[in-house]
């Protein structure tokens, strides 16, 4: 059983950055596939990024990819999402899963056992 915990979200102005994190307790992260999702007001969910801990594997769909990076931090138990170069479109909650698997990450939702509350990022104009 895993428990994720997001925060690092605020109100950042278009262009700038945050670095959102997601701390995990419950077990270690070795053979984790962390996802990071959004849901931006009146959308559906969107798979943003996936870290694999076993085979390193990462993801970034098109419109975080460039600008974004995902890491993971053993020591702490955490993964992260740095983003830079904020723009309108990135605002919304975004949510880190857990799936316990030696598999490569996906951005499928239905592949995560574990989520998070949320941590709301607003990128203002």
């Known amino acids: 059983q895993l428990q994720l915990v997001e925060s690092g979200g605020g109100l950042v102005q278009s262009g700038g950055s945050l670095r959102l994190s997601c701390a995990v307790s419950?077990?270690?992260?070795?053979?984790?596939?962390i996802g990071w999702f959004r849901q931006a007001p009146g959308k559906e969910h969107e798979g943003v990024s996936c870290?694999?801990?076993?085979?390193?594997?990462?993801y970034y769909t098109d419109s975080v990819r460039g600008r974004s990076t995902i890491s993971a931090d053993n020591a702490k138990n955490a993964v992260y999402l740095q983003m830079n170069n904020l723009k309108l479109e990135d605002t919304g909650i975004y949510y880190c899963?857990?799936?316990?698997?030696?598999?490569?990450?996906?951005?499928?939702?239905?592949?995560?056992?574990?989520w998070g509350q949320g941590t709301q990022v607003t990128v203002s104009s």
């Open positions: 899963a857990a799936v316990i698997t030696g598999q490569p990450c996906t951005v499928v939702r239905s592949d995560y056992d574990y």
């Open positions: 419950g077990d270690t992260l070795k053979y984790v596939v």
């Open positions: 870290l694999g801990t076993s085979d390193g594997s990462t």
